[in-house]
Nanobody, 121 residues
Framework: QVELVETGGGLVQAGGSLRLSCAAS????????MGWFRQAPGKGREFVAA???????NYADSVKGRFTISRDNAKNVVYLQMNSLTPEDTAVYYC???????????????WGQGTQVTVSS
């Protein structure tokens, strides 16, 4: 059983910062990519940021220069440092782990339960 749990969401004023964490637990040998998605009220799921096992990162244009993704491979934890937050960042943020190997040949993807981020103006 693999579980992803996000923490760090909350209410913050515009211009403030939050740091999200996502810990993957269970029978895990390795994770190829860990990332963050978000879903704002009335909108579809949106890619935010991702980081590969070698440390390569990519970001959505909407968060470039403001958000930073990082990971601790030894602990299977991914972080999202969010700075200069705006009300447009308000959403439920979901952690994703793609290419999770629970055995050398078994690969699956997993999602966290989501954490609410609300940015007030």
């Amino acid at each position: 059983q693999v579980e992803l749990v996000e923490t760090g969401g909350g209410l913050v004023q515009a211009g403030g910062s939050l740091r999200l964490s996502c810990a993957a637990s269970g029978r895990i040998l390795s994770i190829s990519v860990m990332g963050w998605f978000r879903q704002a009220p009335g909108k579809g799921r949106e890619f935010v940021a991702a980081i590969e096992s070698d440390g390569n990162t990519n970001y959505a244009d909407s968060v470039k220069g403001r958000f930073t993704i990082s990971r601790d491979n030894a602990k299977n934890v991914v972080y999202l440092q969010m700075n200069s937050l705006t009300p447009e960042d308000t959403a439920v943020y979901y952690c994703n782990a793609a290419g999770v190997y629970t055995t050398p040949t078994n690969r699956k993807d997993y999602w966290g339960q989501g954490t609410q981020v609300t940015v007030s103006s």
